[in-house]
């Protein structure tokens, strides 16, 4: 997993309620088990027209907002359905954070896990985060986490937390993969030992 930087990047706004896993990446694109490729999907539902155009209203299909990096989002994004795919199509299409009142815990856990910083705000903070996203190629916000703030376009900062061993694995890069490696020397040791003391197996 890479490690997780400093992002400066355009913020969408996304202010709607429940957005959930299907929204996110519809179940026909479940079929497979890569993580390249789903960002054309996602919120395919809402993104397109039934003719397959893209619905011009959506806010990722406007020009100010076809690069973001950041989604200022209403309460208890990401809830519904535990698909892995929601945080890939994400990450895919190039979303590095999603800030929000509220996450769903499958969906918050699995983004860590893929790179990927769901913060939480209250909603006096995001009211003013979303107005700075809705500032179309103005609604540029910076994500330190390092020093967990957000800094908006005027120069306002805001702080959030953040539990202190996801933060550390964000910024190392270490997904679950990489931490079992770190322990890497130990089990070989290990393995070394039972193979002397239980050949057998």
Known sequence: MKKFETVTGVAAPMPIR??????????????????????????????????????????????????????????????????????????????????????????????????????????????????DAERGQNATLTIDLENQTISGPDGGTVSFEIDSFRKKCLLEGLDDIGLTQQKSAKIADFEAKQKTSQPWL
Not at 39 to 66: C, I, Q, T, W
């Open 18 to 131: 429940n957005i959930d896993t299907d929204m996110i990446i519809p179940k026909q694109f479940l079929k497979t088990i890569q993580r390249e490729g789903l960002g054309v999907h996602l919120f395919d539902e809402m993104r397109y027209l039934d003719d397959g155009s893209e619905n011009p209203e959506f806010v990722l299909n406007k020009d100010a907002y076809r690069k973001a990096s950041i989604i200022v989002a209403a309460d208890n994004f990401g809830c519904g359905s535990s698909r892995e795919h929601a945080p890939w199509a994400l990450n895919d299409f190039g979303i590095k954070v999603i800030i929000s009142t509220s996450f769903a815990d499958i969906f918050y856990n699995n983004s860590f896990k893929n790179g990927m910083l769901p913060i939480r705000v209250n909603e006096d903070t995001l009211a003013k985060l979303m107005d």
